[in-house]
């Protein structure tokens, strides 16, 4: 454990009704005597009056203490409950800062013993911090599910899984011709490496729909000039995000909001009007909207029916949705050649755009549990496990040492999700995602 005892204001920026400071670390008991007085009973709240060193009131609020190894962070924890004003705060920060060996915690800071005390993995870890920046219902969802530790349980019973046949191949290198191990026992174990391949291979397959939960489904609407993107923007937003005009070429940089819709996340983007042109800052537009295009979940291509078909969707790895625009004031000549039609001035069609959103959303998301990747550094290591396992299925001309260790490698790719092995030079990165108080 740390020699260092932190402290950090762990709810939201002041002034607010209430400011909850945390500490953790060996001289949390000396710092709850200097400002409370006698120690609480352990997880017990009790209403304290705050005191400076010269015995000086500060406020008055509850004060809780959480002893090792029962607490968030495996260490003596504490919390104040004082006033919110940043009078009170500070003065309570100045008192802590004067002890020794006590300091202001880092991003991160608590999580991350916690994590070095082994009372939360990096999957743990994650969840939790999902979890603080959640903003939808299926977000919430999907880091409740990470933080309760469900995936960790599934990559550790996959982990035992791969240390289970090492070991009997290690058995059965070792121990040849001893009668009590048979020389059929590899063939046992390949057999349950090829059905744990399976079982991660399909767990893989699922990462899209995790990264969709988590990070947004991306929307892109496109078309040429003045086909109503930027209207149909501002309308799905309920409010003004994008310059309407009449003038083409208005939109010339890439506009995002995020909407709320079935509890997921949905990451609207406006992008250029998609034309020839001479025109040098609306030819960057043009290139930042191929771009967002490219990376789209779905992409609505918006085609102004006054004028008629414009031609071939544009090319892109995702659906293409063909939108026709301005229904109030054009004829309905051409409406069935569009798979939806709208007019976001007379507000029509919207609802069922949204919809259609939410049928394409829920059908990448939906027939599983949560209990699935959300990270690129959780995808990749479970593809470099993945990698691994084959070597050793495919490898049948190689030594049983020579696939036992394919099988190690394998092993520690699962590992370093859950932070079980060789993570160090993560920790820096996951744990600057927390604010200071976490």
Request: charged share 25%; with cysteine.
């Amino acid at each position: 454990m740390s020699s260092e005892t932190i402290y950090a204001l762990s709810s939201g920026a002041v002034p607010s009704g209430v400011a909850v400071v945390r500490l953790s670390g060996p001289r949390t008991r000396d710092a709850l005597r200097m400002l409370a007085g006698e120690l609480p009973a352990p997880r017990r709240a009790s209403l304290r009056t705050i005191r400076s060193r010269n015995g000086s009131v500060l406020d008055s609020g509850l004060v809780l203490f959480f002893p090792s190894p029962s607490s968030f962070t495996g260490e003596d924890c504490a919390e104040l409950q004082v006033h919110g004003s940043r009078a009170v705060v500070n003065a309570l920060f100045d008192e802590l800062a004067a002890m020794q060996d006590v300091r202001m915690a880092t991003e991160g800071e608590f999580s991350r013993r916690a994590f070095e005390n082994g009372k939360l993995d990096l999957v743990e870890i994650e969840g939790l911090a999902d979890l603080i920046a959640a903003e939808t219902e299926m977000q919430r969802r999907l880091a409740v599910e990470h933080g309760s530790g469900t995936l960790s349980k599934l990559y550790d019973s996959w982990a035992e899984r791969l240390t289970r046949a090492r070991a009997l191949i290690e058995a059965e290198l070792d121990f040849a011709d001893e009668d009590d191990v048979p020389g059929s026992v590899s063939e046992m174990v390949w057999d349950d490496v090829a059905g744990l391949r399976t079982e991660i291979e399909s767990h893989l397959s699922h990462a899209q729909a995790g990264e969709i939960i988590r990070d947004g489904y991306k929307v892109v609407i496109a078309g040429a000039p003045n086909a109503g993107k930027s209207t149909l923007m501002n309308a799905l937003a309920q409010r003004e995000i994008a310059i309407v005009t009449d003038i083409a070429g208005t939109t010339r940089d890439v506009l995002h909001v995020d909407l709320d819709i079935n509890g997921f996340l949905v990451r609207l983007y406006d992008t250029a009007g998609l034309r020839d042109t001479e025109e040098v800052v609306e030819r960057e537009g043009i290139r930042r909207a191929e771009k967002i295009i490219s990376e789209a979940d779905l992409v609505l291509y918006l085609e102004d029916m006054t004028d008629g078909l414009q031609g071939p969707l544009p090319a892109a790895k995702a659906e293409v949705l063909r939108v026709g625009t301005k229904a109030d004031i054009s004829a309905d000549g051409n409406a069935t050649s569009y798979e939806l039609v709208i007019s976001a001035i007379a507000d029509a069609g919207l609802l069922a755009l949204r919809t259609a959103i939410a049928e394409r959303l829920e059908r990448q998301t939906s027939g599983y549990s949560l209990a699935i990747p959300s990270r690129r550094r959780q995808r990749d290591s479970l593809s470099d496990c993945l990698k691994a396992i084959d070597e050793a299925l495919a490898n049948t001309s190689a030594g049983l040492d020579i696939r036992a260790e394919s099988l190690r490698v394998a092993g520690n790719a699962l590992g370093r999700i859950t932070g079980r092995v060789d993570v160090e030079n993560l920790l820096d990165v996951i744990f600057s995602e927390f604010c200071i108080g976490k």
